[in-house]
């Protein structure tokens, strides 16, 4: 079986927002979406104060809320575990972004570019008039994932198959893979730290892990 996760080093990453820069580029997202953001938390109090930087986006959960409230089966889970959105079925009816306890979904009914009416060349090659009045997330770059099934390449391994995100960290902070393969690099190295899932609380069984220590 595949179920493919992302753990987060929260001791390596730097606040540098070159995920958000790479999954923007990668998925030209209009001006005001983006698909990975990197939350800025201040933790205790002066002089004793301590800064940490946390990635979010989709949580690619394995019972997400946002799929049981989608009145068109828009929001579906692929086999290996990727949550993805059908926009020739989804209605916008944003069932789905209030459902979702992540804040990850986004809806935009117009056309919009950086600078204007004119799309810088990035813009108009990625535009996609297909995610218009549509809720959209981030879909662990589902289409590298499409290659890495076809050729055998491996995610998290080879980098053309891999998530840009992933890719583009300056820290090595983030790491994408099987968890479900024990030799994989996530699934040795969510073994040998001290890590944790956003909201696990409920239920959710998100697929990104924080790591914050060593085992």
């Keep these: 079986m595949t179920r493919y996760v992302m753990a987060i080093d929260l001791?390596?990453?730097v606040g540098c927002?070159?995920?958000?820069?790479?999954?923007?580029g990668a998925n030209a997202t209009p001006p005001g979406v983006q698909?990975?953001?990197?939350?800025?938390?201040?933790?205790?109090?002066?002089?004793?104060?301590?800064?940490?930087?946390?990635?979010?986006?989709?949580?690619h959960c394995a019972d997400p809320p946002c799929e049981d409230v989608c009145p068109t089966t828009a929001t579906k889970i692929r086999a290996d575990g990727v949550v993805t959105i059908d926009y020739d079925l989804c209605i916008?009816?944003?069932?789905?972004?209030?459902?979702c306890p992540y804040d990850a979904r986004s809806i935009v009914h117009e056309q919009e570019f950086a600078y204007g009416d004119e799309p810088m060349p990035p813009e108009a090659l990625g535009a996609d008039h297909s995610r218009l009045s549509v809720a959209t997330k981030?879909?662990?770059c589902q289409d590298?994932?499409?290659?890495?099934?076809?050729?055998?390449?491996?995610?998290?391994?080879?980098?053309?198959?891999?998530?840009?995100?992933?890719?583009?960290?300056?820290?090595?902070?983030?790491?994408?893979?099987?968890?479900?393969?024990?030799?994989?690099?996530?699934?040795q190295l969510l073994q040998q730290t001290k890590?944790?899932?956003?909201?696990?609380?409920l239920g959710?069984?998100?697929?990104?892990?924080?790591?914050?220590?060593?085992?």
Aim: hydrophobic fraction near 35%.
């Design 138 to 140: 981030c879909n662990f």
């Design 204 to 215: 959710t069984e998100p697929g990104v892990y924080y790591i914050w220590d060593e085992a």
């Design 17 to 24: 927002q070159t995920c958000t820069a790479a999954c923007k």
């Design 11 to 13: 001791r390596r990453c």
């Design 144 to 187: 590298r994932l499409d290659v890495a099934a076809a050729t055998g390449q491996v995610p998290g391994r080879d980098p053309e198959v891999t998530p840009a995100c992933v890719n583009s960290c300056i820290s090595g902070a983030m790491s994408f893979g099987n968890i479900e393969d024990p030799h994989s690099n996530v699934s």
């Design 92 to 99: 916008g009816c944003a069932n789905c972004v209030m459902a």
């Design 195 to 201: 890590n944790y899932r956003m909201h696990e609380e």
């Design 35 to 59: 698909w990975r953001r990197v939350l800025d938390i201040e933790t205790g109090e002066f002089p004793d104060v301590q800064r940490t930087f946390v990635p979010v986006a989709c949580m």
